[in-house]
């Protein structure tokens, strides 16, 4: 039997209903059934979550920080996109 | 993201012994110093990436071997209350643990190869945990001390500037917190019963006061990885200030319950508001650290012992991970 580690899975936490998931950190485990109860054991002996995801990290895909400059980009100048961009004359309420 | 294999190129990249751009280093810097977290993916110089793995794997192995001094009170726990207790305490030990073999393991190390480093003896722990508990007072010293010398150490790495390591280190701190009150409140109870149970306190105490000074590590005028430590915001007070801290905070402590610190020169200084204390000795400290402590031994065989007991349930994992996934195919 390989001695190797087991796969690494990336864990997401609910804290509570109407929250979303967030990520807690990683777990190693044999398959996705083992990842979820070492997810529990390891990030929620507090009661910290109520419902968690695991996923295999290799099933990430990511975006890369040295191009996250260029990667973000067309998003830089579109600053009509936030409400404060608009001028709206004095007195008009509600809006 | 807590990824090993997101890492793997950045990681490459730095082994390979490449010349580290001067703007990159400048870059990297001036993000540091603006109080910006550095994440995995980052560029990063290879010296930071050893150090953090280094400092980290350390930290890791700590937690994992420092539940040998406590599981030896376990079975015999005064009550069903300190039983239960100390089993939730241990448990956050090996949780501690895992936290940081997950964020060490983002900068390119594997989880494998730092468990074999700790099995082999080439890694280190802290030295704290070579000492042996002898009665049951030492678990209250150790929460009350030993885990009030980490929190010291820890809150401030809640603010260190690699990200996974200060996330798990502001996990860490939160559950640290409960393993000190419980320390402490051990130590009130013993201080209010008999004679004998007082004493036993007051032993305690005197045992692992002087250990617990050393966990805060060389002095600054010896402490070789400080400085570069302090610039990379890795590290955020010397070992000297911490260890003043946590003095001015546990002397008072000791006194409220009626106990004496080992210290004949231990004397509170008026004009600077601290605690003057004693000379440290580091030969003690230096003796421990190369292996010469009371339990060295004791705690690398038992850790061993228990990965290689251990082996049997990793492999029937592996192999049953594997049938179940052989019958989803067919």
């Known amino acids: 039997m390989s001695n190797e580690d087991w796969p690494l899975y990336e864990v997401f936490i609910r804290a509570k209903s109407g929250l979303s998931h967030r990520h807690a950190g990683s ?19 507090r009661n910290e979550g109520v419902s968690i995801w695991v996923v295999k990290s290799s099933h990430i895909v990511a975006s890369d920080p040295c191009e996250s400059s260029a990667f973000f980009e067309p998003a830089q100048d579109k600053i009509y996109r936030h409400p404060t961009f608009y001028k709206l004359p004095d007195g008009v309420e509600n809006i | 993201m807590y990824t090993q294999g997101l890492d793997q190129k950045p990681a490459q990249k730095d082994t390979s012994k490449a010349i580290e751009a001067p703007e990159d280093i400048a870059r990297f810097q001036a993000h540091v110093d603006a109080e910006e977290k550095i994440e995995p993916k980052d560029w990063m110089p290879a010296a930071y990436r050893r150090t953090l793995i280094r400092q980290i794997a350390q930290h890791a192995h700590s937690e994992i071997i420092g539940m040998q001094p406590e599981g030896n009170w376990l079975t015999r726990a005064p009550t069903l209350r300190r039983k239960s207790i100390l089993l939730a305490k241990i448990q ?4 501690h643990g895992l936290y940081l073999y997950s964020a060490a393991e983002t900068l390119g190390v594997s989880r494998e190869e730092m468990v074999n480093q700790l099995l082999a003896g080439t890694a280190k722990y802290s030295s704290i945990f070579n000492y042996p508990t002898l009665t049951w007072a030492d678990i209250g010293a150790i929460g009350w001390l030993v885990d009030g010398a980490a929190i010291m ?7 260190c500037s690699y990200g996974p390591y200060s ?22 109870e013993l201080c209010r019963g008999s004679d004998e149970q007082k004493q036993m306190a007051q032993d305690a105490l005197n045992r692992w006061w002087w250990p617990s000074l050393m966990m805060f590590g060389p002095s600054d005028a010896e402490s070789k990885h400080s400085a570069q430590s302090m610039a990379w915001k890795i590290k955020r007070f010397s070992n000297d200030e911490l260890r003043q801290k946590f003095v001015d905070v546990t002397v008072p402590q000791a006194r409220f319950i ?27 400290f230096m003796d421990v650290l190369a292996g010469n402590g009371q339990c ?3 705690r690398m065989r038992t850790r061993r012992e228990a990965h290689s007991n251990g082996a049997w349930v ?11 996934s052989a019958r989803a195919a067919a």
């Open chain 2, 296 to 298: 060295n031994r004791e």
């Open chain 2, 258 to 284: 009626g106990l004496t610190v080992p210290d004949d020169d231990l004397e509170y200084d008026e004009s600077s508001g601290h605690f003057r204390y004693g000379e440290i000795d580091w030969q003690e």
């Open chain 2, 314 to 324: 990793r492999e029937a994992a592996q192999a049953y991970a594997a049938k179940k």
């Open chain 2, 167 to 188: 996330r798990a280190m502001i996990r860490i701190c939160k559950e640290e917190s409960f393993h000190q009150r419980q320390g402490y409140e051990i130590m009130v």
């Open chain 1, 27 to 45: 777990v190693h485990a044999a398959d996705d059934e083992m990842a979820l109860d070492h997810a529990r054991d390891v990030y929620t002996r």
């Open chain 2, 92 to 95: 956050d030990e090996a949780g």
């Open chain 2, 153 to 159: 150490n820890q809150i401030p790495l809640c603010r």
